[in-house]
């Protein structure tokens, strides 16, 4: 794949130095960081693009806190003139990234969110006798910052825009020369790179026509069980050797069992709330009512956050439940 070149002139545009700023800021206006950036705006802009010429950004100033939906997990937020600094550069790599991917790759990408991933999830589970199910053990906090650094030095020839990616990557470890944050936006961008390489694997080499991945959640299916096993051999030798990490242990089912993918679970002919989902459905319910009768949340902000939960559940066959849900919190009997 030939290099992308002279990228750095159209990242420091003012113009895309604004548009930067402007999707940063989204949702955060209130921010007293956001309100102090634009204060001083065409200042901040010129700073920021002298930083990117000298190729000496400042990065790793980060506000850690953790969050326990659906899992505990840690969200490093890093500081705003960083993350102006993130969509510059995105704005204008985006494309490259964009590029490698496989059709089936689903996080991240415009278009490509779960729904899509799910109804191709489906078709593929409708069409095959058996999956392989894979994902990476601590699949940000593992990713290895020299393999990267490698994988974007095989997309990218300009020495600085290189030489700002590394920083950004080293401005964070989990544990020695490993980790990309989770929260930042080239986070997002490397740990989807980061498996591009395993995908093209996996469809050219061991020639896998139903494959779908989202982030490090990976299904192969096939009518040949023995076919994914030695499929499965191939990919953890991959992983281990090229990404240098590991895989949690696998799952390899019949369809008619149901894959447990995104917090569902499909089977051939219908998509189910998996437990866990049901469960943090019902809490959340739960919660959500009792502020809402108590009045600490106004009906509002009640609406705004009732509204997602809805929206998750109607991608499965789950109408009967969030009736059940609704009489059981009201008091009646289902």
């Given at each position: 794949m030939k290099r992308a070149n002279n990228l750095l002139e159209k990242i420091i545009d003012p113009e895309n130095?604004?548009?930067?700023?402007?999707?940063?800021?989204?949702?955060?206006?209130?921010?007293?960081?956001?309100?102090?950036f634009r204060s001083d705006l065409d200042e901040n802009l010129t700073e920021l693009k002298?930083?990117?010429l000298e190729a000496r950004v400042r990065v790793g100033d980060y506000h850690y806190f953790k969050i326990f939906d659906p899992k505990e997990r840690q969200i490093c937020a890093s500081?705003?003139?960083?993350?102006?600094?993130?969509?510059?550069?995105?704005?204008?790599?985006?494309a490259h990234f964009e590029k490698y991917q496989i059709f089936d790759s689903y996080a991240s990408r415009p278009?490509?969110?779960?729904?899509?991933?799910?109804?191709?999830?489906?078709g593929f589970t409708r069409s095959n006798r058996w999956f392989l199910k894979l994902d990476v053990r601590k699949f940000f906090d593992?990713?290895?910052?020299?393999?990267?650094?490698?994988?974007l030095a095989r997309m990218f020839k300009e020495r600085k825009l290189l030489s700002i990616f590394d920083q950004i990557i080293d401005s964070y470890t989990a544990s020695p020369s490993r980790g990309v944050p989770i929260g930042n936006l080239t986070s997002q961008y490397f740990a989807?790179?980061?498996?591009?390489?395993?995908?093209?694997?996996?469809?050219?080499?061991?020639?896998?026509?139903?494959?779908?991945?989202?982030?490090?959640?990976?299904?192969?299916?096939?009518?040949?069980?023995?076919?994914?096993?030695?499929?499965?051999?191939?990919?953890?030798?991959?992983?281990?050797t090229q990404l240098r990490c590991a895989l949690k242990p696998v799952l390899l089912n019949n369809t008619k069992r149901g894959l447990p993918f995104l917090g569902y679970l499909i089977h051939p002919f219908n998509i189910r709330l998996s437990q866990r989902s049901k469960r943090r459905y019902i809490q959340k319910m739960v919660t959500l009512e009792k502020h809402h009768?108590?009045?600490?949340?106004?009906?509002?902000?009640?609406?705004?956050?009732?509204?997602?939960?809805?929206?998750?559940?109607?991608?499965?066959?789950?109408a009967e439940f969030r009736k059940n849900v609704l009489l059981k919190i009201s008091g009646q009997s289902p």
């Open positions: 130095l604004r548009v930067a700023f402007w999707k940063a800021q989204k949702g955060k206006s209130w921010s007293g960081q956001v309100a102090a002298s930083q990117i500081a705003f003139s960083e993350q102006v600094l993130h969509h510059a550069l995105m704005n204008i790599c985006h278009g490509k969110g779960t729904h899509a991933a799910l109804k191709k999830a489906a593992s990713i290895h910052h020299e393999a990267l650094k490698n994988q989807n790179h980061y498996l591009a390489g395993l995908d093209h694997f996996i469809k050219k080499n061991l020639r896998c026509k139903a494959y779908v991945r989202y982030m490090d959640d990976m299904v192969l299916w096939h009518e040949n069980k023995d076919w994914l096993k030695s499929a499965r051999h191939e990919i953890e030798t991959y992983v281990e009768q108590s009045e600490f949340w106004p009906e509002d902000i009640c609406q705004r956050r009732v509204l997602p939960l809805i929206a998750f559940t109607a991608y499965a066959d789950a």
